[in-house]
């Protein structure tokens, strides 16, 4: 509910906006943020006079400045004097003679601003992605694309010690993570109970021997964990079984390479896979709206490149060659 300023507060809005050029420079603050030197350049005046305006606009409480690098960038204050000021400014724009040039003027100044930093992303176009970037990361890009996905239960398979099972956990009704390990499961457990994640579910268990029930789960994901399977196939067919009808699978692993050290290294038992792989497999599982792409590619040897599969569970029960357990 909006409550009138004191009397204090008025007469002082009153006496800092009789002076026209305040007017002026409150008139262009109240749609941009501007620089003394960007107010310089639209109302022709000295440095020194604007900012002696600015600074008594300021001991009226109707402007408010903010850093940015070396200078600031000046605007007005919100609530400070509420629908009186707005109800002045609005009269006085059909007033003051300069008013419509000033914001001619400043809709120049401020398209200079954007001009500057289109020329900069101009400038580092094609290389922007293999640069340092403040604050991009796959992290935030992850965040916010699992913040899109309705609440639902997930199978992770091939979890490891959990770090993408707590990722989904933090949008998902409830995460299974299913492992062969026992020691990676005894880490993950520890994990999700010192972050405080309780809809995380560890089960010690085989891709191609899933231990989770028939249509149980919304979502199957198989993280860089596909080509560890004897039997990549099997593991396909166990998500298709505990895939609720119209569910969907969500395959991220390495596209088919030659580095033969993989398989002592990290103990890989396919050197990755081709689309035309996983797209077999996925056929064969009975999945359809089978979408298959490279994601990513490493720039240092041995350039590992980053496969990434999708489909849909039929709506129908049946998946083709298997059997409800």
């Not at 600074?55 to 402007?63: E, N």
């Amino acid at each position: 509910m909006y409550q009138k300023p004191p009397m204090a507060s008025i007469v002082k809005i009153l006496r800092s906006i009789a002076d026209p050029n305040r007017l002026r420079i409150l008139l262009l603050l109240r749609g941009e943020e501007l620089s003394v030197a960007e107010m310089q350049e639209i109302l022709v005046m000295g440095q020194s006079t604007i900012s002696t305006h600015l600074s008594q606009l300021k001991q009226a409480g109707l402007v408010e400045d903010r850093r940015t690098g070396k200078s600031s960038l000046y605007r007005l204050k919100n609530g400070s004097a509420g629908e009186i000021l707005d109800g002045l400014l609005k009269q006085a724009e059909d007033e003051i003679p300069e008013a419509a040039r000033d914001q001619a003027t400043m809709r120049r100044v401020v398209k200079k601003r954007q001009d500057k930093m289109r020329s900069f992303f101009d400038s580092v176009a094609g290389r922007l992605g293999k640069d340092y970037v403040p604050g991009k990361s796959w992290k935030g890009v992850a965040e916010a694309l699992l913040r899109l996905m309705p609440p639902m239960v997930i199978a992770d398979l091939g979890a490891g010690e959990g770090a993408f099972a707590l990722l989904l956990a933090q949008h998902a009704n409830k995460v299974i993570a299913v492992d062969t390990s026992a020691k990676m499961i005894e880490v993950g457990r520890e994990q999700a109970q010192r972050h405080g994640v309780k809809n995380i579910e560890y089960r010690l268990g085989d891709m191609e021997e899933v231990p989770i029930e028939d249509a149980a789960v919304d979502l199957v994901f198989f993280s860089q964990s596909l080509h560890h399977a004897l039997h990549p196939q099997r593991a396909v067919q166990e998500a298709a079984r505990i895939l609720r009808p119209g569910g969907r699978i969500v395959i991220l692993d390495l596209v088919s390479h030659r580095f033969e050290e993989a398989r002592e290294v990290y103990a890989d038992e396919w050197l990755g896979f081709s689309e035309t792989d996983l797209e077999a497999m996925l056929v064969k599982a009975g999945f359809r709206g089978i979408q298959t792409s490279v994601v990513h590619k490493e720039p240092e040897p041995p350039y590992f490149q980053t496969l990434l599969a999708v489909a849909d569970k039929s709506k129908s029960n049946h998946v083709p060659g298997s059997s409800n357990r």
